[in-house]
Every structure is written in structure tokens, then in C-alpha cells.
């Protein structure tokens, strides 16, 4: 099993910056790839960022030139910087990573961090 941690989320005016931690525990033979997802109220679960385990990342068009994403491999973990925010990326933030333990491959989710974006 493998347990993902969100940190750094909370309430920030708009076109401020916030900095989201995620943190992977547990018998984790190898990370495939991370990533942060979001999901406003009554909208669909969207992908923001995602890195692969060569550091290949990927980001949503909304997002390109304003967050970053960011992995340490020795700790396990991954970071979302936001900059500039707008009111309509409030949402609660998940961490996502595709995990190797043992020989079962699958994917794993944090619980969420809730990132406010006030105008």
C-alpha cells in the first residue's frame, strides 16, 4: 500500500502563489509517475500537472507559464508551484502517482487540499 499527503494549500488572493507538497509513504518499490489533479464544486476532476519518472512533465493549458511541477526522488515527493492564481482555480487539489509495490502496479490518490482563490 501506498499512502499520499497533500500539504501547502489554503486561502490566497488572487494572482498570489501557493506552493502544494506532496508526500508518498509506504513499501514503494518504484514511482512511475505524480501528479496534481483538481476538482472545483460540481465540475469533473481535471489533471493539472504531471511528471513522469524521467521528469517528462505535462500541463494543462490553463496552467502552462504559471505552475510548476516539481519531484524529489530520494524523499518521495512532489510539488505543485502556483503563481498568479484566479478565483476559478479554487478547488480541492489531489495528489495522484502511479506506484510499483512488490509486482502490483496501480494508482493511488491523497485525500485533497483545499486551495481558495479569493478576488
Known amino acids: 500500500q501506498v499512502q499520499l499527503v497533500e500539504s501547502g494549500g489554503g486561502l490566497v488572493q488572487a494572482g498570489g502563489s501557493l506552493r502544494l507538497s506532496c508526500a508518498a509513504s509506504?513499501?514503494?518499490?518504484?514511482?512511475?509517475?505524480m501528479g496534481w489533479y483538481r476538482q472545483a464544486p460540481g465540475k469533473q476532476r481535471e489533471l493539472v500537472a504531471a511528471?513522469?519518472?524521467?521528469?517528462?512533465?505535462n500541463y494543462a493549458d490553463s496552467v502552462k507559464g504559471r505552475f510548476t511541477i516539481s519531484r524529489d526522488n530520494a524523499k518521495n515527493m512532489v510539488y505543485l508551484q502556483m503563481n498568479s492564481l484566479k478565483p476559478e482555480e479554487t478547488a480541492v487539489y489531489y495528489c495522484?502517482?502511479?506506484?510499483?509495490?512488490?509486482?502490483?502496479?496501480?494508482?493511488?490518490w491523497g485525500q485533497g487540499t483545499q486551495v481558495t482563490v479569493s478576488s
Open positions: 511528471i513522469t519518472s524521467g521528469g517528462s512533465t
Open positions: 495522484n502517482g502511479d506506484f510499483t509495490t512488490g509486482l502490483v502496479r496501480r494508482e493511488y
Open positions: 509506504g513499501s514503494i518499490r518504484r514511482i512511475n509517475g
